[in-house]
């Protein structure tokens, strides 16, 4: 049986960028994911965009689901977001509790993602398929791993009905926060997110703010290329696809890749691993 795909992207700023996008849904399109999600900005300051991009995406043919984070909201606001989702047909989301814009005091009405869930379980209905966020080396701002646990434990409680991590290096980290979710009474499923090597430096600067851990061998490795692009690029298509055939091995019931609006390194990836269309 194909492991299932989803793919991850981030509303265009520019018109240009619209128009890149389509291409690449169209790419990653042709490999039949499950879905494409959108993120949303701190506060929602994407709003409208990641709506256009969903929008798209799925006049395309394609099922969207964006992102909606709960952090300096109110319900009255959350529950008009949703609605206009509705209206377009949308039923898949990914709730995240999110970061409050720089220069905001007040947290809102939710303090929480699993206060998100509970509010869409209560006020839509069943109907929704609602993705949550998952931490296999902890988030960043959470000091104490049972804690986090905990919380990851109540978003799935209030009604989730899976849960996509965040990037990682270190796949005995995935396999251990699954069993510690498992033992604490999680059922659904806990889908890896994959970050392929778009660009390394970037990447680096992702897993540093983020606190998660980049194998020295990997960067050592990486950055003994020098400018030397074709190495880079092979290195990093290797390194993620073992990971990817690990974790496919381990039993994770999908793979989710962050694409940073690119195709390349993701179809080549999928090629490489037999996922997708044939």
Request: overall charge neutral; aromatic content about 10%.
């Amino acid at each position: 049986m194909t492991t299932p795909i989803s793919f991850e992207f981030f509303p265009p700023n520019t018109p240009v960028g619209t128009e890149k996008l389509k291409t690449v849904v169209q790419e990653l399109g042709a490999l039949k994911p499950q879905y494409f999600s959108v993120t949303y900005g701190a506060g929602g300051s994407t709003r409208e965009k990641t709506l256009s991009t969903v929008t798209d995406i799925a006049a395309a043919g394609y099922e969207a689901a964006p992102h909606l984070s709960c952090i300096g909201s109110t319900r009255e606001s959350i529950a008009e977001i949703l609605a206009t989702y509705r209206a377009q047909g949308i039923r898949r989301l990914v709730a995240l509790r999110g970061d409050l814009p720089s220069g905001t005091a007040t947290a809102g009405e939710f303090r929480y993602a699993s206060e998100l869930v509970s509010f869409i379980r209560e006020t839509q209905g069943p109907d929704w398929h609602i993705e949550v966020a998952a931490y296999p080396e902890v988030h960043p701002q959470q000091r104490y791993a049972a804690k986090d646990l905990q919380h990851f434990v109540d978003k799935m409680k209030a009604g989730a009905n899976g849960a996509i991590t965040q990037f990682f290096f270190n796949a005995d980290a995935y396999f251990h926060f699954v069993d510690e979710a498992r033992k604490a009474g999680v059922t659904q499923p806990i889908v890896p997110g994959i970050m392929p090597f778009h660009n390394y430096g970037r990447i680096a600067q992702f897993a540093q703010r983020d606190a998660i851990d980049m194998p020295r061998w990997v960067a050592m490795k990486m950055e003994g290329f020098m400018d030397d692009a074709a190495s880079i690029r092979a290195f990093g298509l290797d390194v993620i696809a073992q990971l990817c055939e690990r974790l496919i091995a381990g039993g994770a019931p999908g793979l989710h890749f962050y694409t940073l609006n690119q195709s390349a390194l993701t179809v080549e990836l999928c090629k490489r691993l037999g996922l997708g269309a044939r």
